[in-house]
């Protein structure tokens, strides 16, 4: 068994930049690489895409960042899991083939894991959902149901000698645990150490947000470089603790308090993170400095796994109509808000249906709320937004925004518009055994 | 004094529930966020955009706390109307807090 290995995150998002992964690849002396790319949302809107196009419904980006960084990873045995397969992990898997192929490099192993679709087993259920009504409350505007698998089928596509692992919804801590179960032999009833990793993926799923993305305040908290923002990797023991950094050169930092933020990103209550393997205990966990750029993390802990799993489920939820314009100068606050009172007034006056409209001015009050009286702004921005059961409807709204031009107060300017179909995310949580985890094998 | 001159903080989403890790700068100043910086406090301080339940987590450790606002994202990120559905911009928010300045 191995004594520590090093596993590099190299995206949290979907639209992620790909340099800082290809950075890791090269130069992190990586042994696996992770790609978080599948937000809530997301997942809801590939199957929409699949159900249009059989062969879509994965990541747009993935067959760029496959291609960036497979020489590389090829060439030093690291081995990739990413969750870029969103809807369609098997389509995903053929596409990262034919860009090994490509690249000349045949042979590639590549398992694709499913069966985190549970749309078919929950339609129509009673299964209540977390914001309130059941399952089958939603009827046929239900468009997504994918529970979050845990890491023993990535752990076993990984023994089985996969050298790219593609899923779909799996917990995003989850890709970064079953290289530690695989390399270093753990139970899947090892709470402590199931936890201490769930700790380790936590840290790594957003990749740059625990480098020094989305830290920086200038005066307070200053992050050097971060045009060139650089990905964490760690360097994870058999026994689960961890050191975390980067590959020396790249920008950002790595600190204790950078890994604080992380830490408790998305999180409630910290004594129990629930996972699917899991849950994992945040409260005693230790980061301390270990030099440049590098923190130790120790003290995670972890308790038994619930038995249930998490459920996002899509649904169509009508549309979203939204305009926008600008007022500046002298006036432009009392312009703005005269601009805000007039869409209100038409939009009343033809009978729009919305089942919820907002009217707020950006640079006032459309962020946190209107404050105490700010000084006047040099710029205020009306943004119209409502969302309607039908596209028509919903059209109206910019409409409404758009005559402002030739009908409403003076010089305002840089109208936009748009339309666009809401998928709303709920959640639930169902028995383990409902989602049937899957690997499938294909070679380049 | 200003929550932002003791600590920093970063906000997160799940559906409707906002969280937000408090953290302070310095080990001794945590203490006194605990003291001051209650679940009421910052309730208080957000009425108008949250809704529901404020609860807190306190990690003495790593000298953090955690809020947990049910009720503050416009209904669920993927429904919401907001400009920042995801209410990432609450975290700088918080730190509009004032404090007591303390002897």
């Known amino acids: ?444 | 004094m200003l929550l932002r001159d003791l600590a920093h903080a970063r906000a997160g989403d799940k559906g409707d529930t906002s969280s937000i890790g408090v953290i302070a700068y310095r080990a001794e100043d945590y203490p006194r966020l605990e003291r001051l910086l209650t679940p009421e406090r910052v309730r208080a301080h957000f009425a108008g955009i949250v809704h529901g339940e404020v609860r807190r987590y306190a990690l003495p450790g790593i000298g953090a706390l955690n809020f947990v606002m049910e009720g503050a994202l416009g209904g669920g990120v993927t429904r919401s109307l907001a400009l920042d559905a995801h209410g990432k911009c609450l975290a700088s928010a918080m730190l509009e807090i004032e404090l007591p300045d303390e002897v």
Request: a negative charge; aromatic letters at 4%.
């Open chain 1, 1 to 444: 068994m191995a004594r520590s290995i090093r596993i590099g995150a190299g995206a949290g998002f979907s639209g992620d930049r790909i340099d800082p992964a290809v950075e890791l690849a090269e130069h992190g002396g990586l042994h696996y690489l992770v790609f978080e790319c599948l937000a809530e949302r997301t997942i809801a809107l590939a199957q929409l895409a699949r159900q249009r196009d059989p062969d879509a419904g994965y990541d747009k980006l993935l067959a760029a960042r496959i291609q960036a960084v497979l020489p590389a990873c090829r060439r030093q045995g690291i081995r990739i899991v990413t969750n870029m397969g969103a809807a369609n992990p098997l389509a995903a898997a053929r596409k990262v083939a034919e860009v090994a192929r490509g690249l000349g490099l045949g042979g590639l192993k590549v398992a694709a894991l499913t069966g985190d679709d549970v749309a078919d087993a929950l339609r129509g259920t009673q299964t209540p959902l977390d914001e309130g009504g059941t399952v089958a409350g939603l009827g046929n505007r239900l468009v997504s149901a994918n529970a979050y698998l845990g890491a023993a089928p990535i752990a076993e596509a990984l023994a089985g000698g996969a050298e790219v692992v593609v899923t779909g919804r799996v917990a995003d801590p989850a890709m970064f645990l079953a290289p530690m179960i695989r390399e270093f032999g753990w139970s899947m009833e090892d709470w402590p150490r199931l936890g201490r990793g769930t700790v380790v993926g936590h840290l790594l799923e957003c990749a740059g947000q625990v480098t020094g993305g989305y830290f920086a305040d200038p005066g307070l908290k200053d992050v050097p470089d971060l045009a060139r923002l650089g990905f964490p990797l760690a360097e994870v023991t058999e026994d689960g603790d961890a050191l975390l950094t980067k590959v020396p050169g790249s920008g950002g930092r790595v600190t204790p308090a950078t890994c604080k933020e992380q830490l408790l990103y998305e999180v409630h209550d910290p004594a129990r993170y629930l996972q699917p393997d899991v849950a994992a205990d945040f409260t005693g966990v230790r980061l301390d400095p270990a030099g440049e750029d590098a923190v130790r993390i120790t003290g995670g802990a972890g308790t038994a796994r619930t038995g249930m799993l998490k459920v996002s489920v899509g649904c169509h939820e009508g549309w979203f109509g939204e305009g926008q314009i600008s007022y500046a100068g002298p006036g432009a606050l009392a312009r703005g808000e005269l601009a805000r009172a007039v869409v209100r007034e038409r939009l009343r006056l033809i009978g729009l249906e919305a089942e919820d409209l907002r009217l707020n001015l950006i640079g006032l009050d459309a962020i946190i709320g209107p404050g105490a009286a700010p000084a006047e702004p040099r710029e205020v921005r009306l943004r119209v937004i409502g969302r309607c059961a039908s596209a028509a409807a919903a059209e109206r709204i910019g409409h409404e925004v758009d005559s402002l031009y030739l009908n409403g107060p003076a010089s305002g300017g840089g109208v936009t518009t748009s339309v666009r179909e809401v998928i709303g995310m709920r959640s639930c949580l169902v028995p383990a055994a409902m989602a049937r985890p899957a690997l499938h094998w294909l070679e380049a």
